[in-house]
């Protein structure tokens, strides 16, 4: 098991909304070694409820003898603000109030994200990410970070993701809000306020993460007399309990707000423009059966990224399929990276 590490900010952090935060604490993984030139850096940014150990969530990309190899790497992945795996988060205790800040956690876009992981690439020395990458969310934060300092990325890799979300996806964020609001002890302020209404919310977000085909090759019954107690009942209320024991109802919401933000168009003239700004090699990875960033979020960003390829992969897996789909992901990023 990689360490997990502690970054201590002692400044104070103005948050893109004019909030503030006194301290910050990130959480974070490294592993492999700086070659001479220290020009080997990956970065990875994680997905939504994902944690800064990426050997764990994506097993089959990151580790030995896979693409991400500590052998040729120096592999970074710090976990995000907001999040409960060891960043400031709402159970952090709000130096004010003497108090975990639930309720009151300042909002946090996608480029307070970026900003704070900034702070932790500045304290590593690190100056030039050879490859950043990321899949869902972590591609909201890669892509903004390619705009913020565009001279910093050599190589932009962007699996299932998009440039803005969607009216679609925001529908989404706030259902799940306000499913988790419809548990009363999320309003009570408790460690394990709203976690019921939490389970809930993500089962229902399981279905955008996968798709009809996928439940239909493995939650199909084989006795069609059935009238109770079907497998996809089981199945959904196992995934719900399955991130209860692990994540958290106001980390949760706080960062289902967070998603809501992601526009790299704000205050930048429009999306366009700030496409037209990033310098990396651009590979954009989108999953043909995506439900939540379809093809056109892909070709969005292909036609105003420049030096940017795009490629559509065909999975049963829908958006999941970017933590799936190994084989298909490593041989394309191998046949990006050649081609530089």
Same mark, same amino acid.
């Not at 030995?64 to 592999?75: Q, R």
């Given at each position: 098991?990689i =360490?997990?590490q502690?970054y ?7 948050t893109?909304s004019g909030d503030?935060l006194? /301290?910050? /604490?990130?959480?974070?993984t490294?592993? &492999?070694k700086?070659?001479?030139t220290?020009s080997?850096?990956v ?8 944690d800064?150990?990426?050997?764990d969530?994506w097993?089959?990309?990151?580790g =030995?003898n896979?693409?991400?190899?500590p052998d040729?790497y120096f ?8 999040s409960?795996y060891?960043?400031t988060?709402?159970?952090s205790?709000?130096p ?11 909002l946090?876009t996608v480029r307070?994200?970026v900003?704070a992981h900034?702070l932790?690439?500045? @304290?590593?020395?690190?100056e030039?990410?050879h490859? +950043?990458?990321g899949g869902s969310?972590?591609g909201?934060q890669a892509?903004e970070?390619?705009?913020?300092k565009?001279?910093?990325?050599e190589h932009l890799i962007?699996?299932a993701?998009? !440039?803005?979300t969607?009216p679609w996806?925001? !529908?989404?964020n706030?259902?799940?809000r306000?499913?988790?609001e419809?548990?009363?002890?999320y309003?009570e302020?408790?460690?394990?306020g709203?976690?019921? &209404?939490m389970k809930?919310?993500r089962s229902m !977000?399981?279905l ?5 085909k996928?439940?239909r090759?493995?939650?199909?019954e084989?006795?069609d007399?059935?009238? @109770?107690?079907?497998k996809?009942?089981s ?5 719900? %309990? ?10 949760y919401y706080?960062l ?10 704000r205050?930048?003239g429009?999306?366009i423009?700030a496409?037209?700004?990033i310098?990396?090699?651009? +590979?954009? +990875?989108?999953i %043909?059966?995506?439900?939540l960033?379809?093809? %056109? ?7 105003f990224i420049p030096?940017a390829k795009?490629?559509?992969i065909?999975?049963? @897996?829908?958006?999941?399929g970017? +933590?799936? %789909?190994? =084989?298909?992901?490593?041989n /394309?990023?191998?046949a990006f990276v050649e081609?530089?």
């Amino acid at each position: 098991m990689i =360490e997990t590490q502690i970054y201590h900010h002692l400044g104070a952090f103005k948050t893109e909304s004019g909030d503030q935060l006194s /301290e910050l /604490e990130i959480a974070f993984t490294s592993f &492999g070694k700086l070659n001479s030139t220290r020009s080997n850096v990956v970065w990875i940014c994680h997905a939504f409820t994902a944690d800064s150990h990426p050997e764990d969530w994506w097993p089959g990309m990151v580790g =030995e003898n896979k693409f991400f190899s500590p052998d040729k790497y120096f592999i970074v992945c710090a976990n995000i603000l907001g999040s409960n795996y060891g960043s400031t988060s709402p159970l952090s205790i709000n130096p004010l109030m003497g108090k975990p800040y639930y309720r009151d956690f300042p909002l946090l876009t996608v480029r307070d994200l970026v900003a704070a992981h900034l702070l932790l690439a500045k @304290y590593l020395k690190i100056e030039t990410i050879h490859l +950043l990458i990321g899949g869902s969310i972590g591609g909201y934060q890669a892509i903004e970070w390619a705009i913020m300092k565009p001279n910093m990325i050599e190589h932009l890799i962007m699996i299932a993701s998009g !440039a803005k979300t969607s009216p679609w996806r925001r !529908a989404h964020n706030s259902t799940q809000r306000m499913i988790i609001e419809a548990d009363k002890t999320y309003f009570e302020d408790i460690p394990m306020g709203g976690l019921n &209404g939490m389970k809930a919310a993500r089962s229902m !977000a399981l279905l955008s993460y996968r798709n009809e085909k996928t439940y239909r090759l493995t939650q199909s019954e084989s006795d069609d007399n059935m009238l @109770y107690n079907f497998k996809v009942d089981s199945y959904q209320r196992y995934q719900g %309990e399955k991130l209860a024991k692990r994540f958290n109802a106001y980390s949760y919401y706080t960062l289902l707000k967070m998603l809501d933000t992601h526009d790299i168009g704000r205050k930048r003239g429009g999306a366009i423009n700030a496409l037209k700004q990033i310098r990396a090699k651009t +590979l954009i +990875l989108g999953i %043909e059966s995506d439900l939540l960033f379809f093809i %056109e979020d892909q070709m969005f960003m292909y036609q105003f990224i420049p030096n940017a390829k795009l490629v559509m992969i065909q999975s049963d @897996y829908g958006h999941d399929g970017f +933590l799936l %789909e190994n =084989e298909k992901i490593s041989n /394309e990023l191998s046949a990006f990276v050649e081609r530089d």
